[in-house]
T-cell receptor
């Protein structure tokens, strides 16, 4: 079935460090890919998305590129801030399926 | 504010009780969802409704019964609560779109259910 695998957390970095959170997927069709972020005590917010191969989603300094050949959608940020501390979820949705399949989430902590 | 809202935010109850969680969206969306997030933060879809019609039911026990009185509301009723039902339940909404498109899902703040 369709699935998403994220790198194991938790991830702890110092402020201004470079961030990569790996995400790979398995899907029967051509999915859209998403990164959602969950700040402490809050619901999920869409961080960025990409709907076809080679698309790059970006928002708030975060980027992810849809790589069909490696079935990956890794999240990157060049210089993280303490305020980026949250749980990050990679997710996919197949055309017309109208449901999100989530990875297990990666908890990110940024220390000042 | 335009948003997806859920009530209550916290729900603590005894095993065997029946409880409901309410969800409302004022975004003009036609599709609503319930997701369950377990203690390890894993998120999984439970139900999806489009225009009050059930379109996704992901092998959820019969004790869980969603009800959609109109497009803007999707409530979740749980009978005979069990310890394993303790989780955070998220409501979400979106526009359904066509078969070749996907529309962003907007999530509510979550309801933390604790069964004692």
């Amino acid at each position: 079935g369709d699935s998403v695998t994220q790198m194991e957390g938790p991830v702890t970095l110092s402020e201004e460090a470079f961030l990569t959170i790996n995400c790979t997927y398995t899907a029967t069709g051509y999915p859209s890919l998403f990164w959602y972020v969950q700040y402490p005590g809050e619901g999920l917010q869409l961080l960025l998305k990409a709907t076809k191969a080679d698309d790059k989603g970006s928002n708030k300094g975060f980027e992810a590129t849809y790589r069909k050949e490696t079935t990956s959608f890794h999240l990157e940020k060049g210089s993280v801030q303490v305020s980026d501390s949250a749980v990050y979820f990679c997710a996919l949705s197949l055309q017309g399926a109208q449901k999100l399949v989530f990875g297990q989430g990666t908890r990110l902590t940024i220390n000042p | 504010d335009t948003a997806v809202s859920q009530t209550p935010k916290y729900l603590v109850t005894q095993m065997g009780n029946d409880k409901s969680i309410k969800c409302e969206q004022n975004l003009g969306h036609d599709t609503m969802y319930w997701y369950k997030q377990d203690s390890k933060k894993f998120l999984k879809i439970m139900f999806s409704y489009n225009n009050k019609e059930l379109i996704i039911n992901e092998t959820v026990p019969n004790r869980f019964s969603p009800k959609s009185p109109d497009k803007a509301h999707l409530n979740l009723h749980i009978n005979s609560l069990e310890l394993g039902d303790s989780a955070v339940y998220f409501c979400a909404s979106s526009l359904r779109g066509g078969t070749l498109s996907y529309n962003e899902q907007f999530f509510g703040p979550g309801t933390r259910l604790t069964v004692l």
